[in-house]
Every structure is written in C-alpha cells, then in structure tokens.
C-alpha cells in the first residue's frame, strides 16, 4: 500500500512563496502520475498539477488558475513530488493534498492515494 507525506505548507505573505513536497513510500509502481489539489472550503477539491513517470502516462499538465505562477517538479528516483508556489494570492489559501495513481499495467485502473493535506494559508 502507497502511503504519502506532504511537507511545506504554512503561512506566506501575497506576493511570496512556498514550496511543497511529498514523498511516497510503499508499492510504487515504475508507471505512475504524481500530482497536487487544493480544496478551498466550502468548494470541491480540484487539481492543482499533475506529472507522469514515464511519458506513456501523459504529459505534465498545470492548471489554469495557476499557470505560471506554480511549477510542479518530481524526483523519480526519491519517489517526491514537489510543488513550487510563486507569487502567491490570497484566494490560493487553501488545503493542498498529494496524489498518486499508481498503475500496476498501462491502461488498468490505477491505485489511487492521497495524502492527509497540508494547509497553505496566504495572507494580503
């Protein structure tokens, strides 16, 4: 069973910066995609980033919201995924949560695992 950690969220300034990691552990599989979502309260989770493994498993793809202004990055050898947040708003506070779907076969469904979430708290 995958588990995840997530490390890196707290409290920034607007305008400022923040980066998150999360490492896995457990089963992972060599074909897998890594990503982060963010849910505001009140609202539903949605998807921050994601990144594949290998290229058969996509393409690394932001979300409109916060193209350009966060850059998500693996180390695929440390199993991490980080999340680097610039130039930060207060509408991107928010709990942040790691995913993996980690696939046994291409094209089967994945094994889907979240992280507990950490809390990134933007100020004006």
């Known amino acids: 069973q995958v588990q995840l950690v997530e490390s890196g969220g707290g409290l920034a300034q607007a305008g400022g910066s923040l980066r998150l990691s999360c490492a896995a552990s457990?089963?992972?599989?060599?074909?897998?995609?890594m990503g982060w979502y963010r849910q505001i309260t009140g609202k539903h989770r949605e998807l921050v980033a994601t990144?594949?493994?290998?290229?058969?498993?996509?393409?690394?793809n932001h979300a409109d919201a916060v193209r350009g202004r966060f850059t998500i990055s693996t180390d695929i050898a440390k199993k991490t995924v980080h999340l680097q947040m610039d130039n930060l708003k207060p509408e991107y506070t928010a709990v942040y949560y790691c995913?993996?779907?980690?696939?046994?076969?291409?094209?089967?469904?994945?094994?889907?695992?979240w992280g507990q979430g950490t809390q990134v708290t933007v100020s004006t």
């Open positions: 995913n993996i779907k980690n696939f046994r076969v291409i094209g089967s469904p994945p094994e889907d695992v």
């Open positions: 457990g089963g992972v599989f060599s074909v897998n995609v």
């Open positions: 990144i594949p493994s290998v290229s058969e498993a996509g393409t690394t």
